[in-house]
């Protein structure tokens, strides 16, 4: 079993930053890529940022030059930092983590951005 425990969701206003931390334990061999995901009301769940085993990088259109993505292999723990945050980026966001061409989902953290 692999669990992931995600932190720091909140509530930001609009222009603010915050970083969002995810952290895998359990039965981990190797991870592959490891990204976020995040899904607004009435929409449905879209990538954010995803980024490999070999730190190549891939970002949604939406947050390209705001968001930047990273991972600490030693930690099982990918990050995500976004600045100038907009009220679009009010979400849901959902760590995901594909280990041996599994996918494996954090339970989610809340991001609101007020304008």
């Known amino acids: 079993q692999v669990q992931l425990v995600e932190s720091g969701g909140g509530l930001v206003q609009a222009g603010g930053s915050l970083r969002l931390s995810c952290a895998a334990s359990?039965?981990?061999?190797?991870?592959?890529?490891m990204g976020w995901y995040r899904q607004a009301p009435t929409k449905q769940r879209e990538l954010v940022a995803a980024?490999?085993?070999?730190?190549?990088?891939n970002y949604a259109d939406s947050v390209k030059g705001r968001f930047t993505i990273s991972r600490d292999n030693a930690k099982n723990t990918v990050y995500l930092q976004m600045n100038s945050l907009k009220p679009e980026d009010t979400a849901v966001y959902y760590c995901n983590v594909n280990i041996r061409w599994t996918d494996y989902w954090g339970q989610g953290t809340q991001v609101t951005v007020s304008s």
């Open positions: 359990g039965r981990i061999f190797s991870i592959n890529t």
């Open positions: 980024i490999t085993s070999g730190a190549r990088t």
